[in-house]
Structures are given as C-alpha cells and as structure tokens.
C-alpha cells in the first residue's frame, strides 16, 4: 500500500504542479484553491499516508490488507478527485456553487473519513506493536 500512496501522491504532485505552470503561464491564477488543495490533500496527505504504511505499519503487522485498508485508500481517492473536481469546476465558474457544493461536501467527509480510517489504523498497530 505504501507504493501505490507514493505513486498517487506524486501522480496528483504533477497535475497540482501543470496547473500552477498553466496559471503561471496564462497569468490567471483563478485556479489557485483547486492547485492547493490537488498538492495538499492529493500530494502531501498521500505522501504522508505512504510513511505511514512503510513506517509505522508494516513494522507492526508485517503486511496490510484487508477492508479497513481498501477502505482508507478509496475513501481519500475518491474525496480527493471530487474536491479536485469540484473546485476546478466552481473557480472555473463552470457551475454555480449551490449546484458543486453538496458534492464538494461529500467529497470532503470522504477525505475526512479516510483520515479517520488511517488514525484507527495507527491506533491498532500501537496496540499490537
């Protein structure tokens, strides 16, 4: 699990990153919340999650799998491309925000859930280290 968050994580790192090259170059930084949040919770929380799993993880079990594994990582994709999603269609003003905002919500209590999923996961392997 810890290569496929480090490839996620740098997967968003290039597309967070062609979107500041786009802003800079077209000298329209309307996008810059969507930037943000694609290198925060789509780069650095993936990242993060990557150490975790390398570090603190599988030192405790060895190997990670199961439901509340598959869970964590759909449960932050998911969240993190509709926050991506949603943004660049609202700084876009493609759409209106009352039309995004139920599902920038959702997609926000996604990634939410899938940090609570990670702290569950640590908590366990505390107590089993």
């Known amino acids: 699990m810890d290569r496929r968050y480090l490839l996620t994580a740098f997967s968003y790192a290039l597309l967070g990153l062609a979107l500041g090259l786009y802003m ?6 309307g996008q810059l919340v969507t930037h943000a ?3 925060m919770i789509g780069f650095l929380i993936s990242f993060s999650y990557a150490l975790c799993y390398r570090l603190w993880l599988e030192a405790a079990s060895g190997v990670y799998s199961g439901g509340l594994v598959t869970a964590q990582f759909w449960l932050h994709q998911l969240g993190t491309i509709g926050v991506a ?6 700084y876009g003003e493609f759409v209106a925000l009352e039309v995004v905002d139920p599902f920038l919500a959702i997609s926000s209590f996604s990634v ?7 702290m569950v996961q640590l908590l366990k392997a505390k107590q089993a280290g």
Do not use: K, P, R, T
Not at 24 to 29: E, G, N, R, T
Not at 85 to 90: E, K, S, T
């Open 24 to 29: 800079a170059a077209s000298h329209d930084h």
């Open 37 to 39: 949040h694609i290198m």
């Open 85 to 90: 999603i949603g943004l660049f269609l609202l």
């Open 112 to 118: 939410f859930g899938g940090v609570l999923l990670m």
